[in-house]
């Protein structure tokens, strides 16, 4: 039996026993921006909060594309989302090559080049890839000048979160 297959029977189990206020139009207080990895998937524990109350948008890296943004916008002006959280991670995947390398290996492995240059939104330091995607998010003239967008960095090893502060205007000059 395949995983889908195993997904496909585990959820029929799960229906006998949905419950349909769980259907109500969600009402999330704090959008989280976070990476794709399966390490990030206890978010209402990682950050003791309720299910319900977090839009989580996740992301390889975790980027904030233009889809990001777009998802952003909806969780901050329709759904009423009042703070905006950007959780990187240790150990991300995405550190290990780069956007060039990347597109020549599939070109390699596939044969077929055509797609290249594509985006994956590489990266070397979780720090600098935290300051730049508050800087993404804060920029955005959609997302609500009150709305508070902040970046932490969750450590795989200890499970801790920290949080990334812009660069003083001293340290960058």
Known sequence: MS???KALEANRKYAKNYNPTLGKRPAPKIAV????????SDLPAILGLPEADLDVIRTGGPAVTDD????????????????ILLLNHTGCGFTTF???ELNQKLSALTGDASPAPMRFFSYKDPEQNTR????KVRSHPWIAKEVPVRGFIFDVETGLIREVHQASRQATA
């Open 98 to 100: 780069t956007d060039a």
């Open 68 to 83: 990001v943004l777009s998802e952003l916008i909806v969780s901050n002006r329709i759904l009423g989302t009042t703070e």
């Open 33 to 40: 921006v976070t990476c794709m990895d399966p390490r990030l």
């Open 132 to 135: 730049e995607q508050i800087k």
């Open 3 to 5: 995983i889908i297959d």
